[in-house]
């Protein structure tokens, strides 16, 4: 039950709202309670991760109309059809990378930016990409206004971003159909990629890839996900 977050967030959904959490202080005391019962919970135990989840305000993330929802067991919507994650899948494919501070980190799919928030706040290097301009623009000054130091490029993740690779650990947020190779290439050696694999309409399978110090692959599945497709190419 604890690995299966599309069903809870399924039966979250189904139960309506979270409750309302109207100012800052309950929106901090609600986040509180996200790590402790939907994060800790469930096995997630990287103490950078756990604090970097307690600090970033994800409810800066989101619609303002479904701010009060923001620390719910759910994905939300960002616009452009397009979501946030659930907040224990976010933590769990963060701990996955073993992020530590100065570790240059590269995901594709910014989205909101949150993911990105998470890593800069544990104190990553981090590049993001992402696919339509204007959440690629409202993340940019979105994450420079909440004083995080994050490069954000409107661009096709599937490319990567070669001028700064290679990359310690790179995250897709975006579910591409088989591990894009060139993504793998700027992996470095030792480095782990975090990314969900599998059609549109199929549940599809958080895979791990880690390099060794000799450059060659393993690869892992982790967790039944589902996660909005990994567009092909510009429009
Ligand atoms: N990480 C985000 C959520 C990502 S939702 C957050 O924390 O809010 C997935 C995002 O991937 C969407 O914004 C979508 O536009 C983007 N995306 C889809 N295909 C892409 C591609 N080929 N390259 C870069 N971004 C892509």
Known sequence: ?????????????????????SD????????????????EARGVKDPLVLDALRKVPRHEFVPKAVAAEAYGDH???IGHAQTISQPYIVAFMTEAVRPRRGMKVLEVGTGS???AAVLASIGCR?????????????????????GYDVQVRYGDGYLGWPEVAPFDAILLTAAPEAVP???????????????PVGGEHDVQRLTLVEKDSLGR????ELLPVRFVPMRKGLR
């Open 75 to 77: 994905p939300l919507s």
């Open 1 to 21: 039950m604890t690995r299966a977050p599309f069903l809870l967030a399924v039966l979250a959904l189904s139960c309506g709202p979270a409750p309302l959490a």
């Open 181 to 195: 190779a060139a993504l793998v290439q700027q992996l470095k050696a030792g480095g782990r990629l975090v990314a």
């Open 217 to 220: 692959q393993k690869r892992s």
């Open 113 to 115: 930016g949150y993911q």
């Open 126 to 146: 981090v590049y993001s990409i992402e696919i339509v301009r204007s959440l690629a623009d409202s993340a940019r000054t979105r994450l420079a206004r909440l």
């Open 24 to 39: 800052e202080s309950e929106l901090a005391r609600a986040r509180q309670r996200m790590v402790a019962e939907q994060i």
